[in-house]
């Protein structure tokens, strides 16, 4: 099985934690909030205290990570579908991610991980708010 970070692990994200983590994923869950971890552990997924505004934090978190989960779709703040998505993007190139659930929230992102995905190869799955995010995540690690 994989391990997947969820970027970040509020409701949704927790949801999806309990899924994969019942399938037998190796979930890593990011929350800006360190009060956040004891709801994060009980569903299943390891607590990481990061905040995608600022990437650099996020980095440990990838750490043996085989798929990212940007569920971000409900936070239409320009720079996080903006200039902090393409940082990530760029930052993964040097990781283990072999693949990007990105839950689109302005066009621009969809354009950034489509980039991505052409100029370095990472598979992408975008997704609408609120989608079947594990559904894409299993379509990238071929098991849907």
Do not use: N
């Not at 607590?47 to 779709?73: E, F, K, S």
């Not at 659930?101 to 991980?113: D, K, N, S, W």
Request: aromatic letters at 4%; glycine letters at 12%; charged letters at 20%.
């Amino acid at each position: 099985m994989a391990r997947v970070l969820i970027v970040a692990c509020g409701c949704r994200g927790q949801a999806l934690a309990r899924e994969l983590s019942a399938a037998g994923h190796a979930v890593r869950g990011t929350t800006r909030d360190p009060a956040r971890t004891p709801a994060i552990a009980a569903a299943g997924a390891e607590p990481y205290v990061g905040d995608p505004d600022r990437i650099g934090t996020l980095m440990g978190a990838l750490a043996g990570v085989t798929v990212v989960c940007w569920l971000l779709g409900t936070v239409p703040i320009a720079e996080l579908h903006g200039g902090r998505l393409r940082m990530l993007f760029e930052k993964l190139v040097d990781t283990p991610v072999r693949g990007v659930v990105y839950e689109a929230a302005l066009p621009e992102g969809e354009a950034i991980a489509s980039d991505a995905s052409e100029r370095w190869r990472i598979p992408v799955a975008v997704i609408e708010p609120g989608a079947d995010a594990r559904a894409a995540v299993d379509r990238l690690l071929g098991l849907g």
